[in-house]
């Protein structure tokens, strides 16, 4: 069984800050781990994806993830935070090619001005 | 490109009726699933299917029922809606391979 815990239901950053939301992952097995974003009344969207290659993995939006094997953490960051980051963020896992994610529970993001 | 299309966005029910919201993917992707969104929750998955005709049950299959006629189609019913079932709901499709889901835009359900 896979599972994802992220660790702050709520973050706020203020506008030019670092963001780190973090995601710790259990499996079994060789991880495929993902970040989605979600904004207000849409559905998720693609920040990016781990899948055994690079450990440091860059996304949209200028977000990057690290895979840490040793730590079981897939922690999201981002230099200097934009008040269009503000959304839902979540970090899930999948087995490799079962089509299917077990997501972590979101966290919030606030940027404030 | 359409993607992932979901029907309803938005649906009330009362306690006891029943529906089917409609899922349809125009990728060929084999692997589709629904999931429910509820806050503090994350997104948990009700069923899903790795191609026509198979379908198996995720974390929350109580009170839905799917079933996957062709590739394209995988409608979602709930036999006897309950207030319970009030929630947010995502379909998702996967070619399996990167497994990376790609989402329709969410139906909105609220049973009273």
């Known amino acids: 069984a896979q599972s994802v815990t992220q660790l702050g239901s709520h973050v706020s950053v203020s506008e030019g800050a670092l963001v780190l939301l973090r995601c710790n992952y259990s499996?079994?097995?060789?991880?495929?781990l993902f970040w989605y974003v979600q904004y207000p009344n849409q559905g998720l969207q693609l920040l990016l994806k781990y899948t055994s290659a690079a450990t440091l993995v860059k996304g949209i939006n200028g977000f990057e993830a690290e895979f840490k094997k040793s730590e079981t953490s897939f922690h999201l960051t981002k230099p200097s935070a934009h008040m269009s980051d503000a959304a839902e963020y979540f970090c899930?896992?999948?087995?490799?090619?079962?089509?299917?994610?077990?997501f972590g529970q979101g966290t919030i993001l606030t940027v404030h001005p | 490109n359409a993607g992932v299309t979901q029907t309803p966005k938005f649906q009330v029910l009362k306690t006891g009726q029943s529906m089917t919201l409609q899922c349809a993917q125009d990728m060929n992707h084999e692997y589709m699933s629904w999931y429910r969104q509820d806050p503090g929750m994350g997104l948990r998955l009700i069923h899903y299917?790795?191609?026509?005709?198979?379908?198996d049950q995720g974390e929350v299959p109580n009170g839905y029922n799917v079933s996957r006629s062709t590739t394209e189609d995988f409608p979602l019913r709930l036999l006897s809606a309950a207030p319970s079932q009030t929630s947010v709901y995502f379909c998702?499709?996967?070619?399996?391979?990167?497994?990376?889901?790609?989402f329709g835009e969410g139906s909105r359900l609220t049973v009273l």
């Open positions: 899930a896992v999948s087995e490799r090619g079962r089509g299917k994610l077990t």
């Open positions: 499996s079994s097995v060789p991880p495929y």
């Open positions: 299917s790795v191609g026509a005709g198979i379908t």
């Open positions: 998702a499709s996967s070619n399996g391979v990167t497994g990376e889901l790609f």
